[in-house]
């Protein structure tokens, strides 16, 4: 702090550090959380193969190239093949693996890989919509502080008309207009 220009000892800093390490700590609590144990106990046996949709789960993550957050929404589909997870743990899901020093690539990827691997369903897809603070707060124009990302599994990678379905769900209501879509990262930590 003291590099920066600032008096450690004002009243305001004073209790800051130990603010900001109780803070990092709740933001990177993901780590310490036991996945099993967040979902196994919602798993649950159907004899169904509808699509479970679950959009619009607000998310807040650590870029971990600069520690600062990028947030936004989650959506979620699968088609189960015999089992399905409890609606109430998916955002819980999600929060697992958000609250992590992450890139938006790899967070859309675990929870793919997570609810492929919890339920073996026949196809799963994330798609994460963010805004990066690492970007838009120290004005870095060169590309978008706000990024998608996808998975695709199964029956969404291999069957365009099931990835349109879900597709076109989403859409309807996080569709904002005038936001650029960014297929790329909007960190990569080049700078
Ligand atoms: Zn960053």
């Known amino acids: 702090m003291t590099d920066l220009g600032e008096d450690p000892d004002r009243e305001g800093l004073r209790d800051t550090p130990k603010r900001v390490e109780k803070a990092y700590k709740f933001l990177t609590s993901g780590y310490g959380a036991d996945i099993d144990q967040v979902v196994n106990n919602a798993l649950f046996t159907v004899d169904y193969s509808e699509m479970v949709i679950v959009k619009d789960i607000d998310f807040y993550s650590l870029c971990e190239h600069h520690l600062l957050p990028f947030f936004g929404k989650c959506h979620i589909a699968y088609i189960p093949s015999n089992k399905v997870i409890g609606l109430s743990k ?32 026949v196809g799963v897809a994330v798609v994460m919509e963010a805004t990066h603070l690492c970007m838009s707060m ?24 099931t990835r349109m379905e879900f597709l076109e769900l989403i859409k309807l209501r996080s569709a904002v207009p005038g936001i650029r879509e960014s297929a790329g990262y909007a960190c990569v930590g080049e700078d």
């Open 90 to 121: 998916v955002p819980r899901l999600v929060d697992v693996f958000a609250r992590r020093l992450q890139v938006q690539e790899r967070l859309t990827n675990q929870i793919a890989d997570t609810i492929r691997d919890k339920i073996a369903p």
């Open 138 to 161: 120290r004005g870095v124009e060169k590309q978008n502080s706000f990024a998608v990302t996808s998975a695709m599994q199964g029956a969404f990678r291999d069957n365009a008309r």
